[in-house]
């Protein structure tokens, strides 16, 4: 479906409905505020950050200080220096959400009120948000790609992704997106709105394609990419207990109230 940024991969059929039926918790309370120091380094190696294990192409044994014989040495170097395959479909760790939890769609309305209204000839599609939300938005590259959606969620999203690209250039330039703004509810619900219903939900592709809703792996880029978005307090929709939606990322409940507490948003 069509968001309203309407970027040129959002016409894939399995974009994300930001379905949160749910405050998902983890095993922290709080989360401090993102910093510089919070976003993951270039050395930190995806195979630490995946469940399963699998290898972001960087050889176990590559810091081995025996002596071996110049044709090893040189595999060694090879293997080391071979790109991370993020389009692999790996399982989806678990952890990744720590210390932060996914809004409910009341939690959002006691925040942001009506985001709008559904489409009234299928509420499937995207409808029209209220006068009062349109306010709350704006367009503007966040690095690879156009969006329109909550300011502050647009203006994290824009560091968050100078942050890969400065880390991780390779999975920075495989990097789409299906959009953040849709006033739609979330499946199987006439009541409840997506997040994405305010702008605060952000669906990303790998090389043009996203994770189906529902999968159980997920792509290696968007597990690559999980840290990057913890640090500006950003829910994984890969951490949904009972639909996970790998492609899928949104606004934390925690992040969500620091806004409201210092003014970021009305």
């Known amino acids: 479906m069509a968001y309203l940024d309407d970027p040129s991969d959002s016409s894939s059929s399995d974009s994300s409905d930001g379905d949160s039926s749910?405050?998902?918790t983890s095993s922290d309370s709080s989360i401090s505020d993102a910093g510089a120091s919070d976003y993951p380094s270039s050395d930190d190696a995806s195979s630490d950050t995946s469940s399963d294990g699998s290898?972001?192409?960087?050889?176990?044994?590559g810091a081995s200080s025996d002596g071996g014989s110049s044709d090893q040495s040189s595999a060694t170097a090879t293997s080391s220096s071979s790109p991370v395959d993020y389009t692999?479909?790996?399982?989806i760790p678990t952890g990744m959400n720590d210390g932060l939890t996914s809004p409910s769609p009341a939690t959002m309305t006691?925040?942001?009120?009506?985001?709008?209204?559904p489409n009234p000839d299928d509420p499937t599609k995207c409808g029209r948000s209220s006068a009062a939300m349109l306010k709350l938005f704006k367009t503007a590259s966040v690095g690879p790609?156009?969006?329109?959606?909550?300011?502050?969620?647009?203006?994290?999203?824009?560091?968050?992704?100078s942050a890969v690209q400065s880390s991780k250039p390779d999975l920075y330039n495989l990097l789409g997106t299906g959009g953040m703004i849709c006033?739609?509810?979330?499946?199987?619900?006439?009541?409840?709105?997506?997040?994405?219903?305010?702008?605060?939900?952000?669906?990303?592709?790998?090389?043009?394609?996203?994770?189906?809703?529902?999968?159980?792996?997920?792509?290696?880029?968007?597990?690559?990419?999980?840290?990057?978005?913890?640090?500006?307090?950003?829910?994984?929709?890969?951490?949904?207990?009972?639909?996970?939606?790998g492609m899928h990322f949104e606004v934390s409940s925690e992040l969500l109230a620091q806004w409201k507490s210092d003014g970021t948003l009305p």
């Open 183 to 245: 006033v739609r509810p979330v499946r199987g619900s006439t009541t409840n709105f997506s997040n994405h219903a305010w702008g605060a939900a952000i669906d990303i592709s790998i090389g043009g394609k996203f994770t189906l809703r529902g999968s159980t792996t997920v792509q290696q880029g968007l597990v690559d990419l999980c840290p990057f978005m913890h640090a500006e307090q950003f829910f994984w929709g890969g951490g949904f207990s009972t639909t996970p939606d």
């Open 145 to 161: 790609f156009r969006v329109t959606g909550l300011i502050p969620a647009v203006d994290a999203l824009t560091r968050v992704f």
């Open 55 to 61: 290898s972001d192409g960087a050889s176990s044994d």
């Open 88 to 91: 692999a479909m790996v399982a």
């Open 22 to 24: 749910s405050d998902s």
């Open 110 to 117: 006691s925040a942001l009120g009506s985001p709008g209204t």
